[in-house]
């Protein structure tokens, strides 16, 4: 009987055993299903907030790369012309108008003075259709940018002297007259020290501007000093004035050889009024010559009239003594 009852009670036990394992591994079940659907929660809160930040980071990006593209358009590019590495630094030139000191600066293919004003410079291959008809007076620069090419694009050209000297020319995009800007370096004896020095000038002779150094202390300590072989436009009038003086010079002998001249025809004149007079004054006398010849001649006719009728009357009056 014990015996039974025993395994009564193991039979129970193991029952009660089995029972509490199953809740617990429903418990268990229940507790992972909840922190599963947290998860599942949390990663649907999270996923805007990524949505949002790649979004915000797409637009960033964006905005930077316009930026970029902004700011290369505004910087000097490496295609086309650019100015030699000689000229790529900022001058400082006298300005003995205003006797302040100007600046210019090369980089590439861009040039920026004073003010501040820049330009990039070109070449004719870049022109297009509607830029020619501009050039040929058939369109106005309208377009944004045609206008920008109208403010700041020159045209580059090099020019070669017979002289030697090598000049880089500047001109206007849309520039159909005048010579535009001509620059060149060249090394020059300042304070006993070969320095470089920008000439900068202008005009049909290409005349001097404005020297530029490569400080502004020397730029002070030369300020309009005139190197040789400078052309200048005090130069040109120079050589004006002598042409003019030359040509005064000409005209003033021209005008005394006209004088001269004029002495010799009024001379010939006198003589050939004298002889006009002298050959008037013998007309004058074969005319009283004549007149006197024809006078004579006429007293003498009738004279002899005279005695031919005194013959006449002599005859008659022998006749009537006759018929007596």
Same mark, same amino acid.
């Given at each position: 009987m014990k015996r039974i009852i025993s395994i009564g009670v193991t039979f129970l036990s193991v029952l009660v055993l089995s029972a509490c394992g199953n809740s617990d591994?429903?418990?268990?079940?229940?507790?992972?299903?909840?922190?599963?659907?947290?998860?599942?929660?949390?990663?649907?809160?999270?996923?805007?907030?990524? $949505?949002? +930040? #790649?979004?915000?980071?797409?637009?960033?990006? %964006?905005?930077? /790369?316009?930026?970029?593209?902004?700011? *290369? @358009? $505004?910087? +000097? #590019?490496?295609?086309?012309?650019?100015?030699? %590495?000689?000229? /790529?630094?900022?001058?400082?030139?006298? *300005? @003995?108008?205003?006797?302040?000191?100007?600046?210019?600066?090369?980089?590439?293919?861009?040039?920026?003075?004073s003010s501040g004003d820049s330009s990039t410079i070109h070449s004719t291959e870049e022109r297009t259709n509607d830029d020619n008809a501009i050039l040929n007076a058939k369109k106005q620069p309208t377009t944004p940018e045609e206008k920008q090419k109208l403010d700041h694009w020159g045209l580059f050209n090099e020019v070669h002297l017979d002289n030697g000297e090598n000049w880089i020319n500047i001109m206007g995009w849309y520039q159909t007259a005048g010579d535009g800007e001509f620059y060149r370096v060249a090394n020059e004896n300042i304070n006993g020290q070969s320095t470089p020095?920008?000439?900068?000038?202008?005009?049909?002779?290409?005349?001097?501007?404005?020297?530029?150094?490569?400080?502004?202390?020397?730029?002070?300590?030369?300020?309009?000093?005139?190197?040789?072989?400078?052309?200048?436009?005090?130069?040109?009038?120079?050589?004006?004035?002598?042409?003019?003086?030359?040509?005064?010079?000409?005209?003033?002998?021209?005008?005394?050889d006209e004088t001269d001249s004029n002495d010799d025809t009024d001379s010939n004149n006198d003589d050939s009024d004298d002889s006009t007079s002298d050959s008037n004054d013998n007309d004058s006398d074969s005319n009283t010559q004549q007149s006197d010849s024809d006078s004579d001649q006429d007293s003498s006719s009738s004279d002899d009239q005279d005695d031919s009728n005194n013959t006449v009357d002599s005859n008659n009056d022998d006749q009537s003594d006759q018929n007596d």
């Open positions: 591994s429903a418990q268990h079940s229940n507790s992972n299903s909840v922190k599963q659907s947290k998860v599942s929660k949390t990663h649907k809160q999270v996923s805007p907030s990524v $949505n949002s +930040a #790649t979004n915000n980071s797409a637009s960033s990006s %964006s905005t930077n /790369q316009a930026a970029e593209s902004s700011s *290369n @358009s $505004n910087q +000097a #590019t490496t295609s086309g012309p650019q100015f030699p %590495s000689s000229f /790529q630094r900022t001058w400082f030139g006298y *300005n @003995s108008y205003t006797h302040n000191i100007d600046t210019i600066t090369f980089s590439n293919n861009r040039s920026t003075d020095v920008l000439f900068d000038a202008g005009g049909a002779e290409i005349w001097i501007n404005e020297h530029y150094y490569t400080s502004k202390d020397i730029a002070l300590q030369m300020k309009d000093k005139n190197f040789p072989g400078d052309r200048t436009r005090d130069d040109n009038d120079s050589d004006s004035n002598d042409q003019s003086d030359s040509d005064s010079d000409t005209n003033d002998s021209s005008g005394d």
